[in-house]
């Protein structure tokens, strides 16, 4: 069978002539570049996903032009390409392609495209995993929209803001982003188009948090205010929509209703021709014929399209999750725990391959300046050679654990809404260390790895993290998991020095009487970092709020430390934290603040803390959510 031929003969000639040229000093080259942008720009309206090696080709070869001629055509170029793989389902690829037009828009000095391209960056970022990277994005998006007083603009990054919480799973925040963008459209009349989406959102938002009339009431407003869709990307947007309310509607069983949505995605899905948008029409379908009693029907198509869904992998989680849904609402739970064991598993694998890839283009990234600097001080004469060399080393570990830093921050942010529970355990952890005896360069290590102690956490399910109850024994074996999943991540990270961290990870909570998990380890066999490290996360634990729990007053949470010494903790490391905790309150008054002053200087919070501010100035306040004020499972 003959292979169809996928752009134009002329297209190709344009994209080879463009390849060649190292800057568009030619009337050829910016012709080719010209054209190659428009056949990247047709493909992606077309909704033609077949064409991926020529738009990749069309991006290396923009990437490698020299100088700023043309500009605003080539972000266009590489803004459409980063938008074509996204759609496409390959989020990875679309990051270069936006990384590379914030470069250019910033060298051109076209503040404009980037934002635009600040935005798309933060997309990709989000839909890849990377949620600290999409709020900083969006936040210096923001400050730019703000400065051009581009009030339009400003609203589609709050949209796009909170589409990132949503990944998070920070729902209530989320709704907070899009009611925000709302309140801004309704005075100004040439905003209605951010509308529908931000409604959508918000419907989405409710279905997770169980808040059905909030999100059916959100729902009929998106799909009543959005136009009638024409590109592929709108029509890939109004599938999710339907999809969105044909789940609500089944929520209460308004089963007609939920047909007339299903027939309105499936035929927008097929226009589209977009992977993601025909999985999300078919989900929405095998759901409604479930609760139709059309049952046999329905479960084919799940699971027809979750053989689709494992090719398009940011639709997999959504698929088994459908699958779970209709085994519990036909009565087989068994059928169900297969799938949702294979969900988490499917999670697990997700968040861990993100996050490596993520460190890889970190580490790229990061490239050999901090090397050269480390081989530049390693010449200098000897004794001074080996002060700085260890400052350097410092340094370039600091630096290539950055990443990490980011996904655990991100991975607590569903238990500690200030992201700042990861920095106190580790500087907790870093002065127990010192007053234990340890000397300067362990007690570094001790700080930073012990940062990373619960990056596991982004491989359990929200509901379990979020839940607001006790955990029952099957959902506290699935937080136990977080300890493997963590040291497991870290083993992969190809980071020199990372054998504390993973220990950390791994054993943080296992029990001095043994009774600990996951290798149930007891006495010194338990790592050194490990014992301290459990002491400073459990402290800070206790004194702070959670979804299960209020946070107890410092002196409750020192006795219940100090009662179990010699049981969950090191008999010696438990006294030397009491005499330190004490020293640290009376020298500290603000202890959380002293505690936390590293996670002042993270990006990402600094990011945050910005879009929270701008979010305060707009409106008079946030929803929030409450504890259980039940005493600690400290299993957690």
Not at 28 to 42: D, P
Not at 167 to 183: K, L, M, P, T, V
Not at 531 to 536: K, L, P, S
Request: hydrophobic content about 40%; aromatic content about 6%.
């Amino acid at each position: 069978m003959q292979k169809q031929r996928l752009v134009s003969p002329t297209a190709d000639n344009n994209l080879a002539v463009l390849s060649k040229v190292p800057n568009l000093g030619t009337d050829a080259g910016r012709e080719a570049l010209i054209r190659v942008a428009e056949a990247v720009k047709t493909g992606l309206q077309s909704g033609s996903y077949a064409q991926v090696d020529f738009v990749r080709q069309a991006v290396d070869a923009v990437v490698r032009l020299k100088g700023c001629e043309l500009s605003d055509v080539r972000i266009d170029l590489l803004l459409n390409a980063s938008h074509y793989f996204y759609l496409s389902g390959q989020g990875f690829a679309a990051i270069e392609p936006a990384t590379a037009a914030v470069q250019l828009a910033e060298k051109a000095g076209q503040k404009a495209l980037k934002r635009r391209a600040l935005t798309l960056l933060g997309i990709t970022q989000a839909d890849t995993g990377n949620i600290s990277s999409a709020v900083e994005c969006y936040a210096s998006a923001l400050e730019i929209a703000r400065e051009l007083d581009d009030t339009h603009s400003e609203c589609v990054v709050w949209v796009n803001l909170g589409v990132a919480l949503m990944y998070a799973a920070q729902y209530r925040d989320a709704i907070s982003c899009f009611e925000h963008a709302i309140q801004m459209t309704e005075s100004n009349g040439n905003l209605s188009s951010i509308r529908p989406s931000a409604f959508s959102n918000i419907a989405l938002c409710a279905l997770h948090l169980e808040d059905f009339g909030r999100g059916l009431r959100a729902a009929e407003t998106s799909v009543r205010e959005s136009p009638a869709p024409t590109t592929a990307a709108e029509k890939n947007s109004r599938v999710l929509r339907e999809n969105y309310y044909t789940r609500l509607l089944l929520e209460v069983n308004s089963l007609d209703k939920a047909r007339e949505r299903c027939e309105i995605a499936r035929a927008l899905a097929k226009e589209s021709q977009s992977p993601r948008a025909e999985i999300a029409a078919a989900i929405a379908e095998g759901l409604y014929e479930v609760h139709a009693g059309k049952i046999d029907v329905g479960i084919s198509r799940l699971t027809a399209t979750l053989e689709r869904a494992r090719l398009v992998r940011a639709m997999l989680r959504d698929t088994l999750g459908a699958l779970v849904r209709a085994f519990e609402i036909i009565g087989q739970p068994e059928r169900a725990l297969i799938y949702l064991r294979e969900m988490m598993e499917a999670t697990r694998q997700t968040q861990q391959e993100n996050a490596l890839n993520h460190l890889k283009l970190h580490l790229e990234r990061l490239g050999q300046s901090i090397e050269e600097k480390v081989s530049e001080e390693v010449r200098l004469a000897r004794q001074e050679a080996a002060l700085k060399g260890k400052i350097a080393e410092q340094e370039l570990f600091r630096s290539r654990i950055e990443m990490l830093e980011r996904l655990a921050v991100t991975a607590e942010l569903r238990d500690d809404s200030t992201g700042e529970h990861s920095y106190r355990v580790g500087m907790l952890s870093g002065l127990i260390a010192q007053e234990y005896g340890c000397d300067e360069e362990v007690c570094f290590m001790v700080e930073l790895a012990a940062r990373l102690h619960d990056i596991g956490k982004i491989g359990v399910p929200d509901a379990i993290l979020l839940k607001p109850d006790k955990l029952n024994d099957a959902e506290r074996q699935i937080m136990r998991t977080h300890t493997t999943v963590g040291a497991e991540l870290l083993s992969k990270s190809n980071i020199p020095h990372m054998q504390m961290a993973e220990e950390i990870a791994r054993h943080h909570h296992e029990w001095w009487d043994g009774s600990g998990y996951p290798g149930g380890l007891s006495g010194t066999a338990i790592p050194l970092s490990s014992r301290i490290t459990a002491i400073a996360d459990v402290f800070d634990a206790l004194t702070h709020k959670r979804p299960y729990k209020e946070p107890w007053p410092v002196e409750e949470a020192v006795r219940e430390i100090a009662s179990l010494k010699g049981k969950q903790f090191d008999p010696q490391i438990t006294d030397v934290f009491l005499v330190l905790i004490a020293k640290l309150r009376q020298k500290y008054p603000d202890l959380d603040g002293y505690l936390g002053r590293a996670a002042h200087s993270s990006p990402f919070l600094q990011a945050r803390s910005k879009i929270w501010d701008a979010l305060r100035k707009g409106k008079e306040g946030t929803e929030s959510g409450s504890g259980s004020g039940s005493r600690l499972d400290l299993q957690r």
